[in-house]
């Protein structure tokens, strides 16, 4: 069964940084994009950054300049270090990855259980 399981959330103050790991398990053929996703509370979840297989970006505007996302296709594993955080950077943050198991034939969509990142002086 594939897992999306994200770590490094956290409080933090305004000018810090945080590294958000997300890291896919199960029996996995391959993996396509991965990204980021946040949710701050009653906002609809937004696209952060995203990642190709192979190392092409793109990011959200309000965050471009302070986050980079980068990905180990070896481990399975996507990162997003957000450098300059600001009080609006607060919410739950979700890896998102289409992959493909050894088992099936398609790519589907997972989403990881979110972690949180709070931003406060």
């Known amino acids: 069964q594939v897992q999306l399981v994200e770590s490094g959330g956290g409080l933090v103050q305004p000018g810090e940084s945080l590294r958000l790991s997300c890291q896919a398990s199960?029996?996995?053929?391959?993996?396509?994009?991965m990204g980021w996703y946040r949710q701050a509370p009653g906002k609809e979840r937004e696209l952060v950054a995203t990642v190709t297989r192979g190392g092409s970006t793109t990011y959200a505007a309000s965050v471009k300049g302070r986050f980079t996302i980068s990905r180990d296709n070896a481990k399975n594993t996507v990162y997003l270090q957000m450098n300059s955080l600001k009080p609006e950077d607060t919410a739950v943050y979700y890896c998102?990855?289409?992959?493909?198991?050894?088992?099936?034939?398609?790519?589907?969509?997972?989403w990881g259980q979110g972690t949180q990142v709070t931003v406060s002086s």
């Open positions: 199960g029996v996995i053929f391959s993996i396509n994009a």
């Open positions: 998102n990855a289409d992959l493909r198991e050894l088992t099936t034939f398609g790519y589907l969509n997972y």
